[in-house]
């Protein structure tokens, strides 16, 4: 079956340091990668996405996220955190020739930058 | 995001009503979507549709219907809700006009629905 596994309820990071919010794919070819980011009482929303190339995208925000074929990885990573950057984030996964209609989202991992 | 609306934002019902949430666009997208959002679960796909005239099924639709009204509106509605629905329900669009599957969605701000 096709799952995106994200490690991690809960990533604790202190501001000013580097962050790393982990997740591993199970889906077959290769699928476009996203992450998107939830503020409470708010929806969805973009932050990056790897669609082919260099395999470190860059996105909103500051974040950049290494794509791993090898590993089945998509690691979204920040160099320094902010303590707005505390949120819910979501990895998600849509698999090639399918019509572009299903994506398969992650558990979520909760974010928590302290100052 | 302001581009697209959920309508009512809270709602508390009784198990066996009937209850329509209402999403509407103005992006302009032709693909619409909902999804269901449970702690743990991430989010889950209810129903999409291409266009107006194509609407399909996701991986969790029984207890759920649709309608694509417009091509900036799209609805979802419990005919007889129960408790397990109880939920963040988010609607999403997508633009997919240029045949690209590769772009991202756009999220209401979500409908939070407590059955009782």
């Known amino acids: 079956a096709q799952s995106v596994a994200q490690p991690e309820d809960q990533v604790n990071v202190a501001e000013g340091n580097p962050l790393t919010v982990k997740c591993t794919y199970s889906v077959s070819g290769n699928p476009y990668l996203f992450w998107y980011v939830q503020y409470p009482n708010r929806g969805l929303q973009f932050l990056l996405k790897y669609i082919t190339g260099d395999n470190l995208v860059k996105g909103s925000y500051g974040f950049e996220a290494e794509f791993n074929k090898s590993q089945t990885s998509f690691h979204l990573k920040k160099p320094s955190a902010l303590v707005s950057d505390s949120a819910l984030y979501f990895c998600?996964?849509?698999?090639?020739?399918?019509?572009?209609?299903?994506?398969?989202f992650g558990a979520g991992t909760r974010l928590f930058v302290k100052a | 995001d302001a581009d697209v609306t959920q309508t009512p934002r809270n709602r508390i019902t009784k198990t066996g009503k009937r209850i329509m949430l209402e999403c509407s666009q103005t992006?302009?997208?032709?693909?619409m979507y909902w999804y269901r959002q449970d702690p743990g679960l991430g989010l889950r796909l209810i129903y999409y549709s291409f266009d107006v005239k194509d609407i399909n099924k996701g991986e969790i639709s029984d207890g759920y219907s649709v309608s694509r009204q417009a091509q900036a509106k799209f609805s979802l509605s419990l005919e007889s809700a129960i408790p397990n629905q109880t939920a963040l329900y988010f609607c999403?669009?997508?633009?997919?006009?240029?045949?690209?599957?590769?772009?991202?969605?756009?999220f209401g701000p979500g409908t939070r629905l407590t059955v009782l």
């Open positions: 998600a996964v849509r698999p090639r020739n399918t019509g572009g209609f299903k994506t398969i």
């Open positions: 999403a669009t997508s633009d997919h006009k240029q045949g690209d599957s590769y772009n991202e969605q756009f």
């Open positions: 992006k302009g997208h032709d693909r």
